[in-house]
């Protein structure tokens, strides 16, 4: 079974800086997809980026770019100058292999954005 | 626009009733999927359909139903056997059912609370 694995909890960043969310994923597949999604106090699940185990560049959209280091079983979701409406909950997922029929999701790490 | 379509946003349940929640998609999309999110965690699958009249138990299928007699429509129902059904609830669609870069498109969310 995949597991994923965000151990940040909660983290502040201030407007216009960068910031890292870890994640770390465990699977025996060779093929597998990585996801991040964006949880804003609304609710819905809003897709960012993603990432397939055989892609040899980052994955980039905009302010978000995908740091994957396949050895390490990383992928951690980078937002650029961050803005007020960043603060939300973010979401790492992953689908692939026997279980390439659903999103398996990490617990999540919420960011909140400082003005 | 297409879309996920989940009704209603709030809902309140007396202990020992069953519950309906609506899920429609105009997307055309197979693939539809029910999560649950509780406070601090990840979402975990209830159940998932991969095509029209057929459904699969997911990982949390205990004291849930579903139907999928149309393409657009996946319906939960929260049964009185669900020990704690107090969550947020995520209903999902994506064109196919598998394949490591298929994304999930997600609805609003319906949060569901036992009085």
């Known amino acids: 079974a995949q597991k994923i694995t965000q151990t940040q909890p909660g983290m502040f960043v201030q407007e216009k800086e960068a910031v890292t969310l870890d994640c770390t994923y465990d699977?025996?597949?060779?093929?597998?997809?990585l996801f991040w999604y964006k949880q804003p106090s609304s609710g819905e699940m809003i897709f960012l980026i993603y990432?397939?185990?055989?892609?040899?560049q980052n994955a980039t959209e905009g302010r978000y770019s995908l740091n994957f280091q396949k050895a390490r079983k990383s992928a951690n979701l980078v937002i650029s100058a961050s803005q007020l409406g960043d603060s939300a909950m973010y979401f790492c997922?992953?689908?692939?292999?026997?279980?390439?029929?659903?999103?398996?999701f990490g617990a999540g790490t919420t960011v909140t954005v400082r003005a | 626009d297409g879309g996920i379509t989940q009704s209603p946003k709030y809902l309140f349940r007396k202990e020992g009733q069953n519950v309906t929640l609506s899920c429609e998609q105009n997307?055309?999309?197979?693939?539809m999927y029910w999560y649950r999110q509780d406070p601090g965690q990840g979402l975990r699958l209830i159940y998932y359909?991969?095509?029209?009249?057929?459904?699969q138990k997911g990982d949390i299928a205990e004291g849930y139903s579903v139907s999928r007699e149309k393409k657009e429509s996946f319906p939960l129902t929260v049964t009185s056997a669900q020990k704690n059904p107090t969550a947020f609830y995520l209903c999902?669609?994506?064109?196919?059912?598998?394949?490591?870069?298929?994304?999930?498109?997600f609805g609003q969310g319906t949060r569901l609370t036992v009085v």
């Open positions: 997307l055309n999309h197979d693939a």
């Open positions: 359909s991969q095509i029209v009249n057929d459904f």
């Open positions: 997922a992953m689908r692939g292999g026997v279980d390439d029929y659903k999103l398996s």
């Open positions: 999902a669609s994506s064109i196919e059912w598998g394949g490591q870069n298929t994304e999930a498109f």
């Open positions: 990432q397939g185990s055989y892609d040899e």
């Open positions: 699977t025996s597949d060779q093929s597998y997809g």
